[in-house]
């Protein structure tokens, strides 16, 4: 191949049927040059960005009106709901409670949505339950994407990505490389957002080859995605913004550390003070 690495780069196509990773395989890049690549905004967008999702690890049943309000009054700056709106979009985020929902979700036939199924359901073992979602990662200059996957009875960690996109591509991927790692749970449990609803994303986790049950929280409730805010906040605290990062790669090797420390060495009291990996091992239940 006798093009530049920067002319391979400016071949991939976001657009394409064909995933990034295997884009990436076939011009003979690394994925890391395509997707650890911050998304721009203007300082300004970056240091309100910054603000909105430090209140909302704190008070995620805020939604856009009351955190204009609070951005005007409280913090000094003025700004319209209509800034805000499109900021929470580019966050990927949505209040919880009762409130207007301000995030992308998917309409129309190419896109399904699935019952809430964890209400009543006892969790008893690994494998059974995960749970996705994504968030905003600040970076120097602009911001990335963190998918992660859950295990709901051990809190271990089965899969995560870094990106400057959050397709429902991206998060197959993510899924993909979890089960291929630790086997496939019974259960997927997301948020509503669009790159979940997506109909390539829905067909591929419930199809027989996989017959993963989909789960998606009850719209405006808090407690369907507990497990994984509390993740994003442990993350983003013990972490994020402890060790601000200075570009795609930094954040990436960052975050890689963290999530070794959090299933190894990191005690948690929801499980007895152990480690998520201890319980994780002890509890696994491959589905067949």
Excluded at 52 to 79: A, F, Q, S
Excluded at 224 to 232: A, K, P, Q, V
Excluded at 256 to 283: A, C, D, L, M, V
Aim: aromatic share 10%.
């Amino acid at each position: 191949m006798n093009k530049s690495s920067k002319q391979r780069k400016e071949q991939v196509d976001k657009a394409s049927k064909l995933s990034i990773v295997k884009q990436c395989d076939l011009l003979q890049i690394h994925r890391s040059s395509v997707y650890y690549i911050p998304k721009g905004e203007s300082s300004l967008n970056l240091e309100i960005m910054r603000l909105i999702d430090e209140e909302h690890l704190l008070h995620p049943w805020l939604g856009v009106p009351r955190i204009t309000t609070w951005l005007n009054m409280d913090k000094g700056y003025k700004i319209n709901k209509k800034r805000i709106e499109r900021l929470y979009r580019l966050m990927g985020l949505s209040a919880v409670g009762p409130k207007p929902n301000t995030s992308k979700r998917g309409k129309g036939a190419l896109h399904r949505i699935y019952k809430y199924l964890l209400s009543k359901l006892k969790i008893r073992h690994s494998n059974q339950v995960w749970a996705m979602d994504i968030t905003y990662i600040p970076v120097q200059g602009g911001y990335l994407y963190l998918c992660a996957i859950i295990d709901l009875y051990s809190r271990y960690v089965v899969g995560w990505s870094l990106s400057n996109t959050m397709t429902s591509n991206r998060c197959r991927e993510t899924l993909q490389e979890a089960i291929e790692k630790h086997g496939k749970p019974e259960i997927l449990n997301t948020d509503k957002g669009s790159q979940f609803t997506a109909y390539e994303f829905c067909h591929w986790v419930t199809h027989p080859d996989r017959a993963i049950k989909l789960s998606m929280d009850g719209k405006g409730r808090a407690i369907d995605n507990i497990f994984i805010e509390r993740l994003w906040r442990s993350v983003k605290y013990e972490h994020v913004y402890l060790f601000p990062a200075s570009d795609g790669r930094e954040c990436y090797r960052g975050l890689k550390e963290y999530f070794e420390y959090y299933n190894t060495q990191r005690r948690h009291q929801s499980i007895g003070n152990q480690h998520p990996q201890t319980i994780y091992q002890q509890t696994l239940k491959i589905a067949a």
